[in-house]
């Protein structure tokens, strides 16, 4: 019975020799770690990617603004306008689900009049006076996959009533536009390759390869103004160019 005291000591004793020799090989481990991260010998670079296409989307934003001393007659005419224009757009092969209200409202205006009556004898003290003026204003916004339909949208729409272009948007679908960023992005990352490469051959070092990758690209669109024309409206999309960026960094030893 007295030896058993001493037994407990002599195990928490070895026990506690157990962790410690456990944490300083942890310990070592992480220091070794450390130092094999901190010597890592990497080159930075950036590479880019531009792929060219025509846009197959058009986004054309039209709008019917009518006025009247009358809130009912402003709005009434702006209905009837706008459902002419509907009308003209479906005529010329643009389907319904391609069009779209993005606005609409109706405001008040008040027209300020100043009268001054003159007399070969006196000038009378001008009078003034004011009239009330509701405005109603519908816009669209005609989104167009077939681009070749632009121009005869647009003439199609002004001659139905619309008195307000605010431009057109030549881009690309969400499909196409997919597609283009994964070849732009080939091309800039094959780019940041070439670099990393030239930049080793010149110093004489041994390119292990990469070991972070980042990338960017651009949304391209251009936008064209077209008015009211007697002719038909001539729109030439062209072409769109995609650019890709990629930042890289690639490990190399000596």
Same mark, same amino acid.
């Given at each position: 019975?007295?030896?058993?005291?001493?037994?407990?000591?002599?195990?928490?004793?070895?026990?506690?020799?157990?962790?410690?020799?456990?944490?300083?090989?942890?310990?070592?481990?992480?220091?070794?770690?450390?130092?094999?991260?901190?010597?890592?010998?990497?080159?930075?670079?950036?590479?880019?990617?531009?792929?060219? $296409?025509?846009? #197959?989307?058009?986004?054309?934003?039209?709008?019917?603004?009518?006025?009247?001393?009358?809130?009912?007659?402003?709005?009434?005419?702006?209905?009837?306008?706008?459902?002419?224009?509907?009308?003209?757009?479906?005529?010329?092969?643009?389907?319904?689900?391609?069009?779209?209200?993005?606005?609409?409202?109706?405001?008040?205006?008040?027209?300020?009049?100043?009268?001054?009556?003159?007399?070969?004898?006196?000038?009378?003290?001008?009078?003034?006076?004011?009239?009330?003026?509701?405005?109603?204003?519908?816009?669209?916004?005609?989104?167009?996959?077939?681009?070749?339909?632009?121009?005869?949208?647009?003439?199609?729409?002004? #001659?139905?009533?619309?008195?307000?272009?605010?431009?057109?948007?030549?881009? %690309?679908?969400?499909?196409?536009?997919?597609?283009?960023?994964?070849?732009?992005?080939?091309?800039?990352?094959?780019?940041?390759?070439?670099?990393? #490469?030239?930049? $080793?051959?010149?110093?004489?070092?041994?390119?292990?390869?990469?070991?972070?990758?980042?990338?960017?690209?651009?949304?391209?669109?251009?936008?064209? %103004?077209?008015?009211?024309?007697?002719?038909?409206?001539?729109?030439?999309?062209?072409?769109?160019?995609?650019?890709?960026?990629?930042? $890289?960094?690639?490990?190399?030893?000596?």
């Amino acid at each position: 019975m007295s030896n058993q005291p001493s037994r407990n000591i002599l195990i928490l004793t070895i026990v506690g020799l157990i962790l410690i020799s456990a944490l300083s090989i942890s310990f070592s481990g992480l220091q070794q770690l450390g130092t094999q991260t901190s010597n890592s010998k990497t080159i930075q670079v950036s590479g880019t990617g531009s792929i060219s $296409a025509a846009p #197959n989307e058009a986004i054309i934003t039209l709008a019917v603004q009518t006025q009247d001393t009358s809130a009912t007659n402003a709005v009434s005419e702006n209905a009837a306008l706008m459902n002419k224009v509907v009308q003209a757009l479906l005529s010329v092969g643009v389907n319904q689900n391609e069009i779209q209200t993005s606005s609409y409202t109706l405001t008040i205006q008040t027209m300020t009049t100043t009268t001054i009556t003159a007399t070969p004898m006196q000038i009378i003290q001008p009078t003034s006076s004011n009239t009330i003026q509701y405005v109603a204003r519908n816009a669209i916004q005609v989104t167009l996959t077939n681009v070749t339909l632009v121009g005869p949208a647009l003439d199609a729409a002004v #001659n139905a009533g619309v008195n307000e272009v605010d431009g057109v948007t030549f881009t %690309f679908t969400p499909q196409l536009a997919a597609s283009l960023q994964k070849e732009a992005i080939q091309l800039a990352t094959q780019d940041a390759a070439n670099q990393a #490469n030239a930049i $080793a051959s010149a110093l004489g070092l041994k390119l292990i390869g990469p070991i972070s990758i980042t990338p960017s690209f651009n949304q391209p669109f251009y936008q064209a %103004f077209a008015s009211a024309s007697a002719n038909p409206t001539p729109i030439q999309p062209g072409t769109l160019q995609l650019t890709a960026q990629v930042q $890289a960094t690639y490990q190399f030893s000596e």
